[in-house]
């Protein structure tokens, strides 16, 4: 890894950093000179996506965090504004999946993943927002949604809401950082299928476990490849850096035209 980059001293809060599109985006936002926090309820894969970036020569140090924690999300603010006295990018990228068809939906298991996929992402933009004020009104806050925020998947309907939530909640954040005459952006991505474990959780995952190139059945993203955690970070990495000076409240779809 060679750090250096349009980066560089920047520091950063990257969640669901311990596997799949987090921690892509750690270790690219690393590369490019960032101080990256990983944070992950999976302290043991956080501590390994830190080993990796600082093994390369990157900075990056492991947090323990439930997104669905108002309070957990305040220490790791604090915990980081310790560590720098700023944050300038945070990356909400902890999600869930369901696989259950409405009827057979419990509450519990509808709350368990709006509680992941929309609190989360809604507690880690306010506090990003609030902590970017007390360092200077700027930075840039990264949420990832989905296309099935945009296109309904039957049998994951409470992923569907979440995630087209999330498109809306960055919207409506961005919109008050412009208004309020902060230099505070936020914009989301909009994956399609991407080859992270989250696939696992859905009643896909054995025709798409069973091919060495997750090839499934043509509904599962329009007959097109799955893309690589390594693509969604880098639109990421674009939309967290100077480069997308004049981008807020984007929902940027990263999904090989399956929304065209």
């Known amino acids: 890894m060679h750090v250096d980059g349009p980066l560089l001293g920047k ?20 590369q490019r000179g960032a101080h990256v ?7 043991s894969g956080a501590a390994t996506a830190v080993a990796t970036i600082v093994a390369a020569g990157g900075r990056a140090t492991e947090f323990e965090l439930d997104v669905t924690s108002a309070e957990q999300w305040e220490s790791a603010v604090e ?5 720098s006295s700023r944050i300038d990018i945070v990356v909400n990228s902890a999600g869930i999946a369901d ?14 993943v709006l509680a992941v996929n929309l609190d989360g992402t809604f507690l880690g933009t306010a506090a990003a927002i609030r902590a970017m004020r007390r360092s200077g009104g700027e930075g840039n806050i990264v949420n990832v949604a989905s296309v099935s925020g945009a296109k309904a998947s039957p049998g994951a309907a409470a992923y569907c809401v979440s995630k087209a939530a999330v498109i809306m909640l960055t919207k409506t954040a961005a919109l008050e950082c412009r208004d309020a005459g902060d230099r505070i952006r936020v914009n989301c991505v909009v994956p399609g299928g991407v080859k992270t474990p989250i696939w ?7 025709a798409i476990s ?4 997750w090839q499934t059945r043509r509904d599962a993203n329009c007959g097109l490849r799955f893309a690589e955690p390594e693509e969604i970070a880098e639109v990421i990495a674009f939309l967290a850096s100077d480069a997308a000076s004049y981008i807020t409240a984007a929902a940027i779809p990263v999904d090989g035209g399956a929304t065209a």
């Open 200 to 206: 696992e959780a859905t009643e896909m995952w054995p």
């Open 79 to 83: 915990t980081t504004l310790r560590l």
């Open 210 to 213: 069973e091919t060495k190139e």
């Open 99 to 112: 696989s259950l068809p409405v009827a057979d939906t419990s509450l519990e298991a509808w709350r368990r």
């Open 11 to 30: 520091v950063a809060i990257v969640t669901g950093a311990a596997s799949g599109i987090g921690e892509a985006t750690a270790i690219l936002l690393a």
């Open 37 to 43: 926090v990983v944070a992950d309820v999976n302290v």
